[in-house]
């Protein structure tokens, strides 16, 4: 008789046992009947039956305290809009492109712990991980990303937990981008609580790059045409850093043409 598995399919929420005792996960891909696997959007895990259970206990709790991350990230979202709203009436700027927001997956949230050497307990969850909310602004230009910044320093109710500036510092696989852990306020019936959000401001040409590296770190690249990725990588992201100067110049000229034409009333 075929072992009892039990498969967890994170992407569909079902539960697959194959009569074989072969999981079949969202990907299709299978496995041994030995091994239980959360598949999430990056990673795979290998549980055995007890760290299943403690997953489906921890997934079971999340769900209530996921509410105010979910919170926090509307809200941050919303101050972006505003941001970019009020620079857009006053100075007939806009200098974000687009918003993206995200809630990490419960399979991601239990990984993370424990690659953190911590137990999975929603207690460990609010104290270690600061991105279970993430919000990322993109960008038309680097100098919208540093006026973004600014403007949240000044947003005195927010409390800025970290900076990590890729921008001045890229990473030496040239990743760039400005990483801010922030705490905001969330109201409920009779209490306050501060709710930290990861947040990512970028620009267009940093997204594409890190969209791509992000893809090819995780889709093993079997077949990598003679190529050495890791150094086109780095050199790309040169090549843009380049660029975006030389575009950040054409951009403030027209900022420049644009204030003339409003102060002459046009
Ligand atoms: P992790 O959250 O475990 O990555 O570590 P950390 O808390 O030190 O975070 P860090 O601020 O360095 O990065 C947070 C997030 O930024 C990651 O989860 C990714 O989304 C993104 N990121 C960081 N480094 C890279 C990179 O080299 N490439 C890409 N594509 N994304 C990155
Ligand atoms: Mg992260």
């Known amino acids: 008789m075929a072992p009892e598995v039990k498969g967890v399919n994170v992407h569909d929420g079902g539960m697959r046992v194959t009569p074989t005792g072969m999981i079949r996960t969202a990907q299709w891909k299978i496995v041994p009947a030995a091994e239980t696997v959360v598949k999430g959007s990056t990673q795979e895990l290998l549980l055995d039956a007890d760290a299943l259970d403690r997953y489906e206990e921890f997934t079971g709790e999340m769900h209530a305290i996921l509410q105010k991350y979910e919170a926090a990230m509307r809200q941050m979202v919303v101050r972006f809009e505003i941001l970019d709203r009020d620079l857009s009436l006053r100075r007939n700027r806009n200098p974000i492109h687009h918003i993206e927001s995200r809630i990490k997956s419960p399979v991601s949230i239990y990984e993370k712990l424990l690659r953190y050497g911590k137990d999975p307990t929603i207690g460990n969850l609010e104290e270690y991980l600061m991105d279970v909310a993430g919000v990322r602004v ?108 030389r575009m950040q110049v054409l951009a403030n000229a027209l900022d420049s043409g644009q204030s003339k034409h409003s102060k002459l009333g046009k």
């Open 138 to 245: 993109i960008c038309s230009y680097k100098n919208d990303v540093k006026r973004l910044m600014g403007l949240l320093r000044r947003q005195d109710d927010l409390e800025i937990v970290r900076v990590k500036n890729y921008i001045e510092n890229p990473k030496p696989n040239g990743y760039r981008s400005l990483h801010v852990i922030v705490r905001i306020p969330v109201y409920f019936m009779d209490s306050k609580e501060m709710v930290p959000v990861e947040v990512q401001i970028r620009t267009i040409a940093m997204d594409y790059w890190a969209s791509l590296e992000h893809d090819l770190k995780y889709k093993a690249v079997a077949e990598t045409h003679g190529l050495d990725i890791a150094g086109e990588l780095q050199e790309c992201s040169r090549i843009i850093e380049n660029m975006e100067e």
